[in-house]
């Protein structure tokens, strides 16, 4: 594949994405694909490895917690070889009211047209503290008043 094809198919899987259409964005990658996401495992439970199937399950509970899905709008993109970097901003509002504003740097490994491979790299303290932390009890009585 070209360059210009592989950049191609990581904005549609960003844009299917956004459109919280992640069987769609999943369809994207190879049967055998992995991502990677940073962070200790014991203090941020969504660090690791996964297989295609798994990044799956997390994508459709992420989705599941949020009002309105999670734009993401992909802000640079190059290429060489077989590899996409891109740097993305994402935009989400919970159900329970905390609002998740992210940047990536997504490193993207392409195969025969498609992902094979992603190392996400992102700030994970925001993410544990949107995502993991404990709501307080103001956030829970805002959350409840809005229900």
Known sequence: ???????????????????????GALSAMTDDATWWIPGDKARTPTAG????EKIGRLFHRM????KTGLAMKVTSCIGEGN??????????????????RQQYHMLMEMRDGKIAAVRE?????H??????APQSEAEIALAEGAS
Not at 88 to 93: N, P, Q, R
Not at 121 to 125: F, G, K, P, R, W
Request: proline share 0%.
């Open 121 to 125: 790299y992102l700030d994970t303290q």
């Open 1 to 23: 594949m070209t360059v210009e094809r592989n950049k191609a198919v990581a904005h549609q899987f960003f844009e299917r994405f956004t459109a919280s259409d992640i069987d």
């Open 127 to 132: 993410a544990y503290d949107i995502w993991i």
């Open 49 to 52: 490895l996964y297989t295609k």
């Open 83 to 100: 590899f996409v970097a891109l740097l993305v901003e994402s935009s989400g509002d919970l159900k329970n009211g905390r609002l998740y």
């Open 63 to 66: 989705v599941a917690a949020l």
